[in-house]
């Protein structure tokens, strides 16, 4: 096997019906590279495969799914094969254990309607047992157990987030728009503030035709009495917003700022918000809808006197 660079590894086993589609799943949605089923003799080939050019997952941590509908499984050879990655190679392998009582998997079973892999023709009470005993050594081998016994599927999710993201895995991916009402609500947005409450550089001759992107249009805005503290109370309440958007395993969260032509202050507060979040340790993207639009008095609002 040619050398691969270390990789953080966890192996995902435990009994059938116990959650494993979830916490694969939930790895996945908060960044993890998942592979599901591969054959053990396939594991060496995948860590030594090269990735397409710019593709990161080089730099993210493997989740391997396997179980006793896996080819090939045989978990002392599974253990064997833990210690061989680990000082051979110096991957830092982690064993997940999902447990369940035989009572719950029968119910879940049962509600289903589907057969346990090692029951197709008996029971499933049967295959239970003869599974629990084939995994006994990797359930001693796993530094990992959940049981979800007593746990819904969201609950299993959540605890897989709170367990396995990490600061730079399982952020949302976090966009800040802004855009005008006069042109209608942006559809994707999940928080929209109104930003037609501060004073309209528009009506300011010297200043209409420039943006929020410029210095001496942000400065008409910012003296707005009402800027500062607007400013705060919005910059609070999305830095709490956003850990538990992450907590509930939200992908994407896009917060837009509307104001009637879309081109002075909304595109301003758009852009000092996303600085604000950036020196707070989130990475927005910046979008200005209605930037490139043509400026028409019609549509303003009426100016300040």
């Known amino acids: 096997m040619p050398n691969s660079p270390p990789k953080d590894i966890l192996l995902v086993t435990g009994m059938s ?88 998997l029968e119910r879940r079973y049962s509600e289903t309607r589907r057969r346990h892999p090692l029951g197709a023709d008996r029971p499933a009470s049967d295959g239970i047992a003869r599974e629990r005993e084939l995994l006994a050594p990797l359930r001693r081998w796993a530094n990992r157990l959940i049981d979800t016994t007593s746990l ?35 559809l994707n947005a999940d928080l929209v503030f109104d930003m037609r409450f501060l004073r309209n550089p528009h009506w300011i001759a010297e200043l209409r035709p420039g943006t929020g992107q410029d210095a001496d249009v942000a400065e008409y805005i910012a003296q707005d009495s009402a800027y500062p503290e607007a400013i705060e109370r919005i910059v609070s309440l999305i830095e709490m917003l956003l850990p538990r958007y992450r907590a509930e395993g939200k992908s994407y969260v896009t917060i837009a700022f509307g104001c009637t032509g879309g081109r002075h202050r909304s595109v301003h507060v758009a852009e000092h918000m996303a600085g604000r979040l950036r020196n707070a340790g989130f990475s927005p993207t910046v979008k200005h809808r209605d930037l490139g639009t043509a400026p028409q008095d019609s549509l303003e609002d009426a100016p300040t006197q």
């Open 17 to 104: 019906g116990a959650g494993k589609s979830t916490v694969l799943r939930t790895l996945e949605d908060i960044g993890w590279e998942v592979v599901d089923q591969l054959p053990l003799l396939l594991v060496d080939r995948l860590l030594a495969t090269a990735l397409p050019e710019g593709v990161d997952w080089d730099t993210r941590p493997l989740a391997l799914g396997l179980g006793t509908r896996t080819r090939g499984f045989d978990p002392d050879a599974l253990v064997r094969k833990i210690k061989n990655l680990r000082e051979m190679h110096g991957h830092d392998v982690g064993v997940l254990f999902l447990d369940c009582s035989g009572t719950e």
């Open 152 to 186: 819904s599927a969201n609950d299993l999710a959540q605890k897989v987030r709170e367990t396995f993201a990490t600061d730079s895995l399982g952020q949302p991916t976090l966009s800040i728009l802004s855009f005008g009402y006069s042109r209608g609500l942006p």
